[in-house]
């Protein structure tokens, strides 16, 4: 009799101890699972988003209506975007893979999406910002107003195109539900395009004040010299940004792992299938559930 009830002590001593882990296996992650759809998933997107690209819409949609732009130009402007857009989802799925990660990973959330590039508050950025700015914004936009129509119609597709840019640069830089990958495509696509459209700028603006220049008045003649000058340091700064900065200087950085990971995707031939959240890659969650059940261990 005393060996069957010490049997059956022990017997239940282990139960307990084995519902004891279950239950704090359980409570572990539940916590996790808690932790993760409460503070991760659905992150605030930045108040500045909704309201900047309205009115930058605003100004894209005055060019397109007091001027000729070609076509093939504005299609580019509405079916890149939109690739881009269901890319992000479908491929992506709107960063869910940084999302997830618990505030105790050390490139959160939050610390991916403080700053697009490590040197944005430097003096030279912020001068080289400014500087591409004046070139590719301010004075085209001055000129497509107030020059002879030729030199305006030369600057107007690039500055349409450049403009979209920025428009939807302003909507997903900063935005957590955009990954890193398509936010680096944005400047990447709209560059390579440009590319194009500086090239006819440049020849068209040479044309320009080589036939009419010379018969011109002197203002005139002075708008198609600052019409070529300005399409020939727009063709140098914007191939230098392309080449130099966008594909050597900021790709590396923002394309870097902790800043990039992507969800697992089953293909099926072409297309993207979005595998659920609880098979998508989690490295750091995985790590934190760990820790949360070890420490439940040892207070046991």
Not at 234 to 244: H, K
Not at 248 to 263: F, G, M, Q, T, Y
């Amino acid at each position: 009799l005393t060996t069957t009830l010490q049997t059956t002590t022990s017997i239940m001593g282990l139960l307990n101890l084995l519902l004891k882990k279950v239950n704090n296996d359980q409570t572990a992650k539940a916590e996790l699972k808690a932790l993760l759809e409460s503070h991760l998933y659905c992150p605030p997107i930045p108040s500045f988003i909704i309201p900047g690209v309205a009115a930058q819409t605003l100004l894209a949609s005055l060019l397109v209506y007091a001027f000729d732009i070609p076509i093939r130009h504005m299609l580019f402007c509405i079916l890149y975007p939109t690739y881009l857009i269901f890319a992000n989802h479908f491929r992506f799925g709107n960063n869910i893979a940084i999302r997830q990660r618990s505030h105790h990973h050390p490139s959160n959330l939050s610390v991916v999406m403080s700053k697009i590039y490590s040197e944005s508050d430097s003096a030279w950025f912020k001068c080289y910002m400014l500087s591409f700015m004046t070139v590719g914004v301010l004075l085209p936009l001055l000129t497509v107003l107030i020059a002879p129509t030729d030199v305006a119609e030369a600057a107007i597709s690039h500055l349409l195109v450049l403009w979209t840019q920025i428009i939807c640069e302003t909507a997903t830089m900063l935005n957590p539900y955009v990954h890193r990958y398509i936010s680096f495509l944005i400047p990447m696509g709209f560059s390579v395009y440009r590319q194009g459209i500086i090239s006819e700028w440049f020849s068209d603006s040479l044309a320009s004040y080589d036939y009419e220049a010379a018969s011109a008045s002197g203002t005139s003649s002075q708008w198609y010299a600052f019409g070529l000058f300005l399409a020939s340091v727009n063709a140098i700064m914007w191939t230098a940004n392309l080449f130099v900065f966008l594909l050597l200087r900021w790709a590396p950085e923002l394309l870097a792992d902790e800043k990039c990971e992507s969800p697992e995707i089953k293909w099926k031939m072409m297309v993207p299938l979005q595998m659920k959240r609880n098979v998508l890659k989690k490295k750091s969650s995985v790590g934190d559930e760990q820790s949360i059940i070890s420490s439940r261990a040892k207070a046991a």
